[in-house]
């Protein structure tokens, strides 16, 4: 069965960077593109970047462009979300997401 484990999360001050890990098992990682998603506060859930099966494609939404980088680790079954320049905007929980199914994920507060 598909899983998906977030970690990396934490509290930064505005500026600040974290980096996400999603870990998986389940399927053939490399045949499938992931999406990273993020909840924030009584809004719905958003994809935030994804990155296609080799890594050869990637895409963000507006909002955390040239902010966000997302890149996987095809041997290890492990994506990763860099995110640079944080803003208190950007707090929510960050889900990572394929085949319908994602993690538990992992909460990413950006406060001074």
């Known amino acids: 069965q598909v899983q998906l484990v977030e970690s990396g999360g934490g509290l930064v001050q505005p500026g600040g960077s974290l980096r996400l890990s999603c870990v998986t098992s389940?399927?053939?990682?490399?045949?499938?593109?992931i999406t990273w998603y993020r909840q924030a506060p009584g809004k719905e859930r958003e994809p935030v970047a994804v990155i296609s099966s080799r890594g050869s494609a990637t895409n963000y939404a507006d909002s955390v462009k040239g902010r966000f980088t997302i890149s996987r680790d095809n041997a290890k079954a492990t994506v990763y979300l860099q995110m640079n320049s944080l803003k208190p905007e950007d707090t929510a929980v960050y889900y990572c997401g394929t085949l319908g199914s994602w993690g538990r994920g992992t909460q990413v507060t950006v406060s001074s």
């Open positions: 389940g399927f053939t990682f490399s045949d499938y593109a």
